[in-house]
């Protein structure tokens, strides 16, 4: 059934707490991006069961509705329309959802603004030093045998820990941009922390400390050590860098602003950072690497297991973030990451958990949600299976906890650490080829702990109202057995048959919804108009869509603005997922009440795909249940 974005834009509108509650809307490829001022006042489980809504989150200060490529453009139209807010962009949506947050939000969308713009290239370096160890293991152990002084070998070694090396720049620049300074400034305080006067910080375990400093007069002394790989220090340095930098323009003359700012702002960061933020910044990140590397080799791998099991939880408070800084802390100390091994597990863990419900489901709207869902969490995108399904259900969203709870467990226990970060899921194996076994192992663990918890205890179709309080449908005994035709559609009520373009309704009458008949109808019983299945049911159940087994959609409307009505006077007898026979009571509806509150009775019978035909059909006049009313070729 074709949607109706206009009344998809409204009824997400009167689910929001009113025009007061809403700051800002924007939409990307997929989702309505919303900033609101209290989500408490937004109905979210009204909000899920809106026609033409897969899903709904809130991340990043953001309330994300996921309506699907193709649609959620129109539905942004008309939400715009209705609600008289100024188009934004994700830029200006992203900001005002930033000045909501509190201080530690802020914190960690900052850590996220740093961080995501340099993942490719932290990713690139990681495959390519898996792919490098992977090979130097086999021609180390004569399981493979290729020349490795030749270039393509020496220049593959050579790039693949580039990234790494150049770490404190990248981060330098990114952080910059992020602070709003200029961010080759800040590109520079990396580069001063790397210099090769410097000792390289990698060597200090073998070498020691080679060379020292008296600061600040005298006062005392520094290593004279750089700070590769090195992540907390280079963000505070550049951080104060930028809050120099846009003093200085504010009280630096502008004919002199140009030499001034960046020299008084990189002198004064640079010996800052040498003197004090470097030495108090790193030996903190050295605690906290130390720390969490503890916890995950607690033994037994009991930290481990507690730190999977609550991984995704920390993607729903919106804080995952800033596990960049652990993975690259980690791989600086370590040449590894064993906390990506960790979030590998919990992401898999969530998509099986996912794949669970879109096999189980019989609910046509769950399976179309759940099963793409879930294909992206295998590659490392959670965002989409945890809110738009496992979180809407609860019990999946636990059972891929402990899924994943059980894949770190075993992850631990075996040491798995990863070459490089950025890329979890499936894909994550390539950042392991130096231990592809017990990844593949630790996935499976994983995989299948979420999958047999879930399909076992996790989630069961919930029996709608509807079909609670009404009987099973059932064949009308007076009306004839047919055999139905490909592309014909017979008629659910008898009545009087007239042009789709002459129903009292502007939305049918233009064809927005598809070409087809509107019924005077002559009694209140709609069935089935041909063999098929039930595609979609209105909550309000005036409305059934269906589809043939030849992929025509069909919808049926009873009467012109009956919504209104909310189901009063309306009994539907099927439910989503339902196959129908021609004839198979629908829906009976009280045509003294449809009367009663002004509205007319007309059944609206479109074909909602008319366009992928090229000529649709129709028989005007009086017509009786299951006579052709329509014909598409």
């Known amino acids: 059934m074709a949607l109706d974005y206009k009344k998809c834009a409204q009824d997400i509108f009167d689910l929001l707490g009113g025009r007061e509650n809403l700051v800002s809307a924007a939409h990307c490829a997929t989702r309505l991006r919303l900033v609101t001022v209290d989500n408490g006042k937004i109905d979210m489980k009204a909000l899920e069961d809106v026609d033409g809504v897969k899903g709904v989150f809130s991340a990043s200060g953001q309330l994300q509705i996921i309506l699907g490529t193709g649609t959620v453009n129109k539905v942004y139209d008309e939400f715009i329309t209705i609600t008289g807010l100024s188009a934004a962009t994700k830029e200006e949506v992203k900001a005002a959802a930033a000045a909501q947050q509190n201080m530690f939000k802020r914190a960690i969308k900052t850590l996220g603004d740093i961080f995501v713009p340099i993942i490719p290239a932290i990713v690139a370096s990681g495959f390519l030093m898996g792919i490098m160890e992977a090979l130097n293991f086999m021609v180390n152990n004569d399981f493979l045998n290729i020349d490795t002084s030749g270039s393509i070998y020496v220049f593959a070694n050579l790039f693949a820990n580039t990234a790494y090396t150049f ?9 910059g941009k992020a602070f709003g300074g200029n961010p080759y400034l800040g590109a520079v305080i990396g580069m001063i922390m790397i210099h090769p006067n410097l ?19 005298g006062l005392y002394e520094v290593n004279m050590v750089g700070y590769q790989g090195s992540v907390i220090p280079v963000i505070i340095a550049v951080w104060v860098m930028c809050f120099l930098e846009k003093r200085l323009h504010k009280i630096v003359p502008a004919m002199f602003d140009l030499f001034v700012t960046p020299l008084v702002s990189v002198f004064v960061t640079g010996y800052l950072t040498l003197s004090i933020i470097g030495p108090i910044f790193s030996t903190i990140e ?5 720390g969490i590397q503890a916890l995950i080799a607690l033994p037994f791998g009991v930290g481990s297991l507690i730190m999977g099991g609550l991984y995704s939880t920390t993607v729903v408070a919106g804080i995952h973030h800033m596990y960049t800084v652990i993975d690259v802390g980690q791989l600086s100390s370590y040449n590894v990451t064993y906390w990506l091994p960790l979030a590998s597990a919990a992401n898999m863990a969530q998509g099986a958990a996912t794949l669970a419900v879109a096999l189980k489901t019989k609910n046509g709207k769950t399976k179309s949600v759940a099963l793409p869902s879930a294909l992206s969490c295998f590659m490392g995108i959670t965002e989409p299976a945890i809110f738009g399904v496992n979180l809407r259900y609860f019990k999946p969203f636990v059972c891929g906890a402990v899924g994943g709870a059980a894949g770190a467990m075993y992850a631990s226990l075996v040491g798995l650490g990863a070459s490089g970060t950025g890329v979890t899921g499936l894909f994550g194996l390539l950042l392991c080829l130096h231990d592809p076994i017990n990844y593949i192992i630790m996935a499976a663990i994983s995989i299948g702990v979420a999958f047999v918890l879930t399909w076992m205890f996790g989630y069961q179709d919930a029996e709608p109202a509807e079909a609670k309080k009404a009987a099973p449908a059932q064949p009308d005994p007076t009306l004839p057995s047919i055999h139905c035709e490909p592309g014909t559609v017979y008629a659910p009520v008898s009545g009087a048959a007239i042009p789709s373009e002459e129903i009292p309704d502007e939305t049918f009458a233009a064809g927005v919804l598809g070409r087809g008949v ?17 595609s979609t049911v209105a909550e309000t159940r005036h409305a059934v869509g269906l589809s043939s087994p030849d992929g025509m959609e069909l919808l049926i409307h009873v009467g012109v603005d009956t919504v209104a009505m909310n189901g009063d006077g309306f009994t539907c007898l099927v439910q989503e997922g339902q196959q129908v026979k021609a004839g198979d009571k629908l829906i009976v509806f009280d045509r003294g009440k449809i009367a009663a509150a002004g509205h007319p009775d007309v059944v609206a019978v479109l074909v909602t795909n008319s366009d992928d035909y090229g000529d649709v059909a129709i028989q005007p006049g009086p017509c009786k249940a299951l006579e052709q009313v329509i014909q598409v070729k």
Do not use: C, M
């Not at 770490?167 to 952080?175: F, M, Q, R, T």
């Not at 000792?199 to 007069?217: I, P, R, Y």
């Not at 509107?518 to 039930?534: H, L, Q």
């Open 167 to 175: 770490l404190p720049i990248l981060i330098a620049y990114s952080a």
């Open 199 to 217: 000792q390289n910080a990698w060597t200090v375990a073998t070498e020691g400390v080679l060379q020292t400093q008296k600061v600040w007069f």
């Open 286 to 290: 050295h605690g906290i690497i130390g």
């Open 518 to 534: 509107g019924i005077r109808p002559s009694e209140g019983v709609v069935v089935a108009p041909f063999d098929g299945e039930i």
